[in-house]
T-cell receptor, first 116, second 115 residues
Framework: DTEVTQTPKHLVMGMTNKKSLKCEQHMGHRAMYWYKQKAKKPPELMFVYSYEKLSINESVPSRFSPECPNSSLLNLHLHALQPEDSALYLC???????????????FGPGTRLTVL | DQQVKQNSPSLSVQEGRISILNCDYTNSMFDYFLWYKKYPAEGPTFLISISSIKDKNEDGRFTVFLNKSAKHLSLHIVPSQPGDSAVYFCAAMRGTTSGTYKYIFGTGTRLKVLA
């Protein structure tokens, strides 16, 4: 199983709503990532979890709150978002090592988020 | 500060010919470089990678070349096929002080292979 799944595929929310994005992988990867991608731009790293601990937070606003309940699951909790937060949110996972054939990231299909 | 750049936003190539996608970087501390392909409404898919200590890696129709002195890498696709039409991202991977790895993506090149 080399798949990363993300739910929901699409999400529309108001600025006062609270919602969560979910990501799951069963490849035994111990590093998991959240990226944000705007149209015609590269994926921008938001958070990295390594062995279920938050390892990197790229100065993301606190209205985005990540959570890694176990080694297979990654959540992104959303609260009081702004319209400019509308984007494709991508989850990825990888082995946590720099070694040939182990360094690729596997991406999920993304959640298309629209904030009204 | 864009550490990884792809200066050609788009490229059109005839089917059967070679596609060459280019990528430049500024940081000498990257450990690996990777190429990803992305279709609309899907996540990026890994294609091929190269270690910073190598200068070439080949996998089927895909070859990546690394020129460390020029801080430049390129992806060659031979022969190009219509199904290769997608956005291609190069990415650079480096370790961090927290013991994990960061991947920094280039701006992407949209490849169109014409039948």
């Amino acid at each position: 199983d080399t798949e990363v799944t993300q739910t929901p595929k699409h999400l529309v929310m108001g600025m006062t709503n609270k919602k969560s994005l979910k990501c799951e992988q069963h490849m035994g990867h111990r590093a998991m990532y959240w990226y944000k991608q705007k149209a015609k731009k590269p994926p921008e790293l938001m958070f990295v979890y390594s062995y279920e601990k938050l390892s990197i937070n790229e100065s993301v606003p606190s209205r985005f709150s990540p959570e890694c309940p176990n080694s297979s699951l990654l959540n992104l909790h959303l609260h009081a978002l702004q319209p400019e937060d509308s984007a494709l949110y991508l989850c990825a996972s990888s082995h946590n090592r720099a070694r040939s054939s182990y360094n690729e990231q596997f991406f999920g299909p993304g959640t298309r988020l629209t904030v009204l | 500060d864009q550490q990884v750049k792809q200066n050609s936003p788009s490229l059109s190539v005839q089917e059967g010919r070679i596609s060459i996608l280019n990528c430049d970087y500024t940081n000498s501390m990257f450990d690996y470089f990777l190429w990803y392909k992305k279709y609309p409404a899907e996540g990026p898919t890994f294609l091929i990678s190269i270690s910073s200590i190598k200068d070439k890696n080949e996998d089927g129709r895909f070859t990546v070349f690394l020129n460390k002195s020029a801080k430049h890498l390129s992806l060659h696709i031979v022969p190009s096929q219509p199904g290769d039409s997608a956005v291609y991202f190069c990415a650079a991977m480096r370790g961090t002080t927290s013991g994990t790895y960061k991947y920094i993506f280039g701006t992407g090149t949209r490849l169109k292979v014409l039948a």
